[in-house]
């Protein structure tokens, strides 16, 4: 699973408020994680592309599937930044680098 979002006012926050077990219900993340175990792989970052173009171009990738239609994407017009990929992971990790983004060291 992916998810793609800006997390404009802090990413160590944004991410620490999702590890937290009790917490107010804001987004469609904290739905999901109710009562599971949040573990996070990567974070990759850019800033040429904006999170709405990014989730459409992993979208049109054959091996991308909406889990949920507008899963994460409450706040703008996009079919959903929640996605289910069953492609292979390291073209798709290619792709994100030609597009401008980079993993973070630490996540």
């Known amino acids: 699973y992916l998810y793609v979002g800006s997390a404009r006012r802090g990413l160590a926050t944004r991410l620490a408020r ?4 009790v917490k107010k219900r804001r987004w469609h993340i ?5 009562g599971s175990t949040l573990i996070l ?4 970052h850019g800033q040429g592309v904006g999170e709405c173009e990014l989730a459409a171009r992993i979208l049109e990738l054959p091996d991308s599937r909406l889990p949920q239609r507008g899963f994460g994407a409450s706040d ?3 079919p959903a930044h929640f996605i289910y990929f ?7 990790l290619h792709l994100l680098t030609h597009w ?3 993993p973070d060291p630490a996540p």
Do not use: P, Q, S, V
């Open 41 to 44: 792989k990567e974070i990759w």
């Open 100 to 102: 401008g983004l980079r």
């Open 18 to 21: 999702h590890r937290r077990a």
């Open 30 to 34: 904290d739905y999901l994680l109710d």
């Open 86 to 92: 069953t492609g292979d992971l390291a073209k798709l």
């Open 76 to 78: 703008c017009r996009c």
